[in-house]
T-cell receptor, first 117, second 112 residues
Framework: GAGVSQSPSNKVTEKGKDVELRCDPISGHTALYWYRQRLGQGLEFLIYFQGNSAPDKSGLPSDRFSAERTGESVSTLTIQRTQQEDSAVYLC???????????????FGPGTRLTVL | AQTVTQSQPEMSVQEAETVTLSCTYDTSESDYYLFWYKQPPSRQMILVIRQEAYKQQNATENRFSVNFQKAAKSFSLKISDSQLGDAAMYFCAYNQGGKLIFGQGTELSVKP
């Protein structure tokens, strides 16, 4: 079946603009995760959804970052008033379930490369 | 807080040879899960292998195997018969309540 998809693949924006990044998880996966990967670094957790609710938002770096998920499917990560330090690859992953302690494998999308000029 | 450390920023291996990538982690939990992911230049994170801490047997997936030392909190990845397609960034990760905590990665190059 289809894997996790993300759009756009690349996004270039000017400092101060808002951006929206989209993630379409694997059909039937109830858990959805957003990660950020700065150049040459590992992945940093941002937020986790179980269904449409977000029990763990601990990784969001500031109140400029927000995310929502609708219909237990697509998720949107919004960054307001973008800054140059927001430049990174934003990766989305989904898994079959995401209850605390779940060990279902997370399947990743190809990511969105965000460049803030 | 749990942390994951990969002390080798870069590694190189000759095609058909064996290479071992190191990973250590810190946790106070007794039951947990560990993963190795591969990230080629395409950016796609691909699961290589996973290990459940309560299982004493080291996980194996074809040419990939792990050496899991629970007491030492070490989780190394061994790649046998290395192939050109194995060239990529490799990330070790610890599962914490569903979310993954990643190491900084090891860039593996394979020489023909």
């Amino acid at each position: 079946g289809a894997g996790v998809s993300q759009s756009p693949s690349n996004k270039v924006t000017e400092k101060g603009k808002d951006v929206e990044l989209r993630c379409d998880p694997i059909s039937g996966h109830t858990a959805l995760y957003w990660y950020r990967q700065r150049l040459g670094q590992g992945l940093e957790f941002l937020i986790y959804f179980q269904g449409n609710s977000a029990p763990d938002k601990s990784g969001l770096p500031s109140d400029r970052f927000s995310a929502e998920r609708t219909g237990e499917s697509v998720s949107t990560l919004t960054i307001q008033r973008t800054q140059q330090e927001d430049s990174a690859v934003y990766l989305c992953a989904s898994s079959l379930s995401g209850s605390s302690g779940s060990v279902d494998t997370q399947y990743f999308g190809p990511g969105t490369r965000l460049t803030v000029l | 807080a749990q942390t994951v450390t990969q002390s080798q920023p870069e590694m190189s291996v000759q095609e058909a040879e064996t290479v071992t990538l190191s990973c250590t982690y810190d946790t106070s939990e007794s039951d947990y899960y560990l993963f190795w992911y591969k990230q080629p230049p395409s950016r796609q994170m691909i699961l290589v292998i996973r290990q459940e801490a309560y299982k004493q047997q080291n996980a194996t997936e074809n040419r990939f195997s792990v050496n899991f030392q629970k007491a030492a909190k070490s989780f190394s990845l061994k790649i046998s018969d290395s192939q050109l397609g194995d060239a990529a960034m490799y990330f070790c990760a610890y599962n914490q309540g569903g979310k993954l905590i990643f190491g900084q990665g090891t860039e593996l190059s394979v020489k023909p």
